[in-house]
Structures are given as structure tokens and as C-alpha cells.
């Protein structure tokens, strides 16, 4: 019994841990102290499920025991402060009138308030990726560093001088008004994106994908797209993700295993989720303004989405679109990937030539990716050999453990094709 109650509260704070620390933290005021109950909440959890049993809705039995937690909370500081009086008068609203429209709330409302919270102008970018990672994720400290490439060290002091730059400013906890929003949609599209990232392709763990992940991006994109409607952005982050979406059961073997993008069953990519994204590049041609970095990538996920086998895929169009977006977002990821797509379109020596000056750059130096695309265009170019040392170094470099069982193969793979070769001359 132990044993389940452990397994299953390990699995609901991973899912349910950014719920309630949205809720509580429109609530308390102060991320910390809704860091704080939470933890209590699942403490609490744990005393009580394994002396009665798991509860029939676990996630009902947290929500309710932390708002009680909550209130009594805000009763003893109150109290403690002898304020109780003038903080009833004048912040009305923290009261339990409050807390019934927190918890009986827009669950979404109060996830994308959190993530608006997390991406204020105040905090540096690095902090606003950290913070969100972390509360709205649910990701350990030690797991942010990993996605970062970071020593856990310095992501904890970001984390921690996030939370008290936020505090000292005073800054709510709740969307901001129209006027205020422009000025965080970047920062919010960057950070929902980056979720959805963790959850599409897992950074740790033994999991590739994280649909629980996958699912709360969604929901806070088609959300931030209502809240946006003309904003060709929103509506391209959010086609990307339905059209990327709609591929999670193909990417995923009976055991587990990656099934990469060229050997996924097409049948059973979602029609609707595609037929949703395409839908929205529709909008966005639409509103005939500038293509960004989102509505090129969606319409990158486009064309694989309308081919009907891997040999109908048009990389020719591919390569044009990232030769857009690396002239509109210039970073050394999003050149690896037109590396990918050149070399499909025109042959893998083509895509080498735009590897090889990346070996060299420092932020590449720890990204499995690097050699992972290295090794499958030498391997498409006839060099096995190189493409086995290349998949072994982005097997060591792998954090997640279903990628280096992936390099691992791969690197088998070209032994094999190896030998076979020698043989044949």
C-alpha cells in the first residue's frame, strides 16, 4: 500500500503541484507561501492516503485541503500581525469570497496568471524560463539545470531572486489588463513554447514525452490565442503546437521507444489537431501581416503534416522557410535544424557543410542534438564510422534516457551498415 500511495503522489505533483500553487498563489499573494502549502498539501497527503487509502479523486482531496490550509494560513498571520480587522477592510477581496472564486474558478485563467506573473518585465529572461519551469512544470531545481545546461546552483539563486523581485515589487498575482499585456507576450509565447518543448521531447527521466506537459501548453496557448485573437504569433505558437501535437501517438513505439518523424505511422497522426492547425496558418495569412519565428516554425510543422508519406514531404520549401527563420531568429539551434532540412533537400554533404562551423560554438557543446544530426547526415552520406562516434557522443551527452537508448542504436546501426559495406567490395 506504501508503495502505490508513494507512486501516485509522485505522479500528482508532477501534474497537480502548478495547479495548486496557481490557485494558491492568486490566493496568498506571495509565491513562496504558495510554494510552501502545496508541499504541505502533498505532506498532509501522504499521512492521510497511506493510514485511509488513496481517495476517490485525488485531485478534488488536494484542492480542497489546500484551500483550507490556505485560509488557516492567512487566519494565523493575520492574527499573529493583530491586523485581522484592517485586513479584512481593506483588501476585501482576500477573503473566503476569494477563496471560493479561486478554487471554484477558471483553472486555465489561473495557470495563464501565473505564467503572465512569471514573464514580468522585472525579471531577466533566464529568470522568467526558470520560474516557469519550475511552477508551472513542476520540474526539481535539478531538473530545470539540466534543460538549461546549468550548474543547479545558479538556477536556484535565479529562482529564489525571481520570487523576491516579484514580491518586493508587489507585483499581482492575475492577468494583466490589455494595455500591460503586449508588453509580456513575447516573454509569455517563449515560456508556454518552452513547456510545451519539455513535454514534447523530455530533457530528463525515462519518459520521452511528457503529455501532461503537452496538454497544460495547449490549454494556455488556445487561451492566449482567444485573449489574442489578430496577434499572428499566438495564433502560429498555437498551430505549431496542435499540428506537433497531433503526432504523439506515432512518436512513441509499443515498449516506449522514439519512433522518429520519417518512420511514424501517418495513420495515426490526429486529422483533427491538423485540420485545427492548418486552420489557424489560414488566419494568419489572413491577416496578411510579417511571418514570425512561430508562424514559420507552424508552417514548417505544415508541411510534413499535409505529406502523406515521407517521400512527399517538400524539403525543398522546408529549407526556404528555415532560411527565413534563421535571418529572423539567428541562433545556433535553429541553424542545426535548416542543417536537417538542406540535407534532405539537397543532399547530407550540404547539410554537413552548415555542421561542421557549429562544432565550435561553446552553447553547442553540451546539446546532444549537435552530434545526434551530425551522425544522421554522415550516415546518409556514407560515412558509418564517423556517424558511430558521432551518435555515441550524443548518447553521453543524452539526459533523457529513451535519446540515448536512441544514439545507442543508432550507433549500432552504423556498425552494421559498416561491415556490410566492407563486405560488399
Avoid at 56 to 61: I, L, M, Q, Y
Avoid at 91 to 118: K, N, P, W
Amino acid at each position: 500500500m506504501t508503495t502505490s500511495v508513494d507512486t501516485t503522489i509522485a505522479t500528482l505533483w508532477r501534474v497537480e503541484s502548478p495547479r495548486l500553487i496557481a490557485r494558491l498563489g492568486r490566493l496568498v499573494g506571495d509565491l513562496d507561501t504558495a510554494e510552501e502549502l502545496a508541499q504541505d498539501t502533498f505532506a498532509a497527503a501522504i499521512e492521510k492516503w497511506r493510514a485511509d487509502g488513496i481517495p476517490d479523486n485525488p485531485a478534488a482531496w488536494l484542492t480542497t485541503t489546500s484551500r483550507y490550509l490556505a485560509i488557516d494560513r492567512i487566519r494565523r498571520r493575520d492574527t499573529g500581525r493583530d491586523k485581522l480587522r484592517t485586513v479584512a477592510a481593506s483588501t476585501a477581496e482576500t477573503t473566503e469570497i476569494d477563496v471560493e472564486r479561486v478554487v471554484d474558478g477558471d483553472l486555465a485563467d489561473d495557470l495563464l496568471g501565473l505564467v503572465f506573473m512569471s514573464c514580468h518585465p522585472l525579471l531577466a529572461p533566464d529568470a522568467r524560463s526558470a520560474l516557469v519551469l519550475k511552477l508551472v512544470c513542476g520540474l526539481t531545481t535539478g531538473e530545470v539545470a539540466k534543460a538549461f545546461l546549468t550548474p543547479e546552483a545558479t538556477v536556484a539563486q535565479r529562482i529564489v531572486r525571481a520570487k523576491r523581485t516579484l514580491a518586493a515589487a508587489n507585483v499581482r498575482f492575475e492577468l494583466p489588463g490589455e494595455n500591460e499585456r503586449g508588453a509580456r507576450l513575447d516573454a509569455v509565447r517563449e515560456v508556454i513554447y518552452l513547456l510545451f518543448n519539455e513535454g514534447y521531447a523530455a530533457s530528463s527521466g525515462d519518459a520521452w514525452i511528457r503529455t501532461d506537459l503537452c496538454d497544460e501548453a495547449l490549454r494556455l496557448g488556445r487561451m492566449l490565442a482567444t485573449l489574442t485573437p489578430r496577434d499572428p504569433e499566438s495564433l502560429g505558437l498555437l498551430a505549431l503546437m496542435e499540428i506537433q501535437v497531433s503526432r504523439l501517438a506515432a512518436r512513441v513505439g509499443p515498449d516506449g521507444e522514439q519512433v522518429l518523424l520519417m518512420d511514424q505511422d501517418r495513420s495515426r497522426w490526429d486529422r483533427l489537431l491538423i485540420r485545427r492547425g492548418l486552420d489557424l496558418i489560414d488566419r494568419i495569412d489572413a491577416l496578411r501581416g510579417t511571418a514570425g519565428p512561430y508562424a514559420l516554425q507552424a508552417a514548417i510543422a505544415a508541411c510534413h503534416a499535409r505529406a502523406a508519406t515521407p517521400e512527399d514531404t517538400d524539403w525543398e520549401r522546408i529549407a526556404a522557410l528555415y532560411d527565413g527563420l534563421v535571418q529572423v531568429v539567428p541562433s545556433p539551434v535553429v541553424e542545426l535544424n535548416r542543417a536537417v532540412a538542406v540535407g534532405r533537400a539537397f543532399g547530407p554533404e550540404a547539410g554537413l557543410e552548415i555542421v561542421g562551423p557549429l562544432r565550435a560554438v561553446p552553447s553547442l557543446r553540451g546539446y546532444h542534438l549537435l552530434p545526434a544530426v551530425a551522425g544522421d547526415l554522415e550516415c546518409s552520406a556514407g560515412l558509418h564510422a564517423e556517424a558511430r562516434d558521432d551518435f555515441l557522443r550524443a548518447a553521453a551527452l543524452a539526459g533523457n534516457e529513451r535519446d540515448r537508448t536512441t544514439m545507442q542504436q543508432r550507433a549500432t546501426a552504423c556498425v552494421t551498415h559498416a561491415e556490410s559495406a566492407t563486405l560488399d567490395r
